[in-house]
């Protein structure tokens, strides 16, 4: 998951790392991945300035804003 947080101290030109949420639910057999970006990091990716975690792709993505659902 990316998720644009507008409260991180994050350096803009620090590199997107993706923080492992293992999620402690009994028969839960999966990860939860995790890099909060800055809002000019996230312009920056759209823009093809900036590189996702290894293996990460924005293709497919889906915009997911709190109150939405």
Known sequence: MLEVNELAHIPENAPIEAVDFLPDIEGGHYRLFVADVTPRQFEELHA??????????????????????
């Open 48 to 69: 093809r300035r900036a590189a996702l975690p290894a293996g990460w792709s924005l293709e497919g993505a889906e915009d997911v804003t709190p109150g939405d659902r």
